[in-house]
């Protein structure tokens, strides 16, 4: 969960890094640090809070190193503070590493090296033991130490380290944390992610489990475990680096919720002929295959999760197949009942979520098709999986996903209908409706956009607001989900979202006068139960603002204030209905002086455990 950044070339390493890093920051802002060769030796910077924190210590500094490697940190093991912050050294810090994973045998091994080897540790961090280790194993090749030392560790992790003994060379490793290789001219990178190096280069290796890297400023060697050299394809970036910047919007999340139409339109057009039939790139499912399905698992974590439920009532309900919607942290830990019959959809906007990783590869091993849903292209969800769908979300920078949400509902809505429609369950003429209403979601949501300022209003009334319980049925049980966790992550409120019908065996004891109660009632047939759920609350002293379909108006007798979105399918509810919770959580965060695109505690890409 953290971002790494290494760069060997000819220009300023130092202003290299520190440059990528704040693309990166997006995933751990905590602590960051840089390491480099300068004038005969290894010196190491570093920094609790932000990269502008360390920028400050090293203002002064008149850098000409042209090789080193960076670090920004979202803190595992020891508090964040300047001296947990990454890089690392060994003893005489002539070796210094960077580390974005987790160690799980860190205790044996700095036993071993206190025990063994009189090492003396600074830290808390199960990282220094790595720069400790290959210092231990380093004889006169770093090459060589780092895969002894690599031997020797358990768990996930992406490497990169320097040596003052080679101050030519970069060596990276990578097992269960992303990691590539950015090609230049007369340079080389190493990253967590794309963004980081996009500025420089535009041709890149996707590094692949268990490969290690050796980077000079001319070259670039791949090797496997068993120490033999691979080659692999230049995978090239076609994103608008613009794309990863603010644009004009105050913050990146406000950007990203402006940007669902086009992403919406994007995923859907891409994807839809001129006729509305479905052709997915990627995916290779014949009619025989689906035909030998007879369950699917949607497997996710966060946003991605609630994207799963919501996609579990469109699968069910366009391709007549039962769905399970399980938490990836969970799922491979129950013995889950996964065969060759099974179809395993893995939903995450980076592709690098760890957990979903295990439980993709759980499911693999026990014979099951496996179909991701990703935004990241060559990540390693995408690159372990049967068949991959792309969203076309473009790059999602602020913590709380929204953009990548939307996108992620429309592949379920898509690849609901083409099981159904290929399988022959699903009757053309309701194929085509909700094609249809689909095509019109990119336009009615510009519409829903319109009304930001009625959001802010009702955000300036209940910012100060502690406790809020967000309730729905059906689709929008699972909107609730999504719209409770956007409000909690980045305003640090206590929001708990409930399916409505569960109100009273419970839940509703925690109703008092002037709760706040979200209540969204987009769902025709269950429109007239939702009312009576928000009668029970409003009876408790609730404060409600609904939710609903515009001509819905039987809503304004019930709630205090209504927020209406464009009359559509009840089907296809949630790509509007996310649109308010998402804005209404951004404003009120804001009224709260809330770090809106880098909450607290919160990393981007969650790639630990």
Known sequence: MCGIVGYVGDDNACEIIIEGLKRLEYRGYDSSGVALFEEGRIKIYKSKGRIANLEAKIANENFNSTIGIGHTRWATHGAPS?????????MDESIAVVHNGIIENYVELKDSLV??????????????????????????????????????????????VISSNEPDRIIAVRKDAPLIVGLGEG????????????????????????????????????????????????????????????DGYEHFMLKEIHEQPKGIFDTLNRRLSSDGTISLDGISLTKEDLQNINKVYIVACGTAYHAGLVGKYAIEKLAKVPVEVDIASEFRYRDPFVDDKTLFIAISQSGETLDTLAALREAKRKGARILSVVNVLGSSVARESDDVFYTWAGPEIAVASTKAYTTQLVCMYLIGLYMGITTGKLEQAYYDQIIKELKAIPEKLKTVLKHEDKIKELAQQHYKM??????????DAGVCYEGSLKLKEISYINSFAIAAGELKHGTIALIEQDTLVVALATQDRLFEKMLSNIQEV????????GLAKCGNTEMEK????????????????????????????????????????????????????
């Open 187 to 246: 340079c080389n990178f190493i990253a967590s992610d794309i963004p980081a190096i996009l500025k420089h280069v535009r041709k890149i290796y996707l590094i692949e489990n268990n490969e290690t890297v050796v980077l000079t400023k001319n070259d670039v060697k791949i090797y496997n475990s068993e120490r033999k050299e691979v080659k692999h394809e230049v995978f090239n970036v076609t994103w608008d680096a613009d794309a990863a910047e603010k």
């Open 115 to 160: 025990k063994d080897h009189g090492i003396i540790f600074q830290s808390e961090t199960d990282t220094e033991v790595i720069a400790h280790l290959i210092s231990v194993c380093y004889k006169d090749n770093l090459l060589d130490a780092v895969y002894k030392a690599v031997e020797q560790m358990r768990g996930a992790y992406a490497i990169g």
């Open 558 to 609: 019930q709630a205090n204030k209504v927020i209406y979105i464009p009359d559509c399918m009840d089907e296809v509810t949630p790509l509007l209905s996310v649109v308010p919770l998402q804005m209404f959580a951004y404003y009120v965060a804001k009224l709260r002086g809330c770090d809106i695109d880098k909450p607290k505690n919160l990393a981007k890409s969650v790639t630990v455990e």
């Open 538 to 545: 409003k009876a408790r002293g609730a404060y409600v603002i």
């Open 466 to 475: 502690e406790q809020v319980f967000f309730i729905g049925r059906g689709p």
């Open 82 to 90: 300047d001296v947990n912050a990454h890089p690392h050294g060994n």
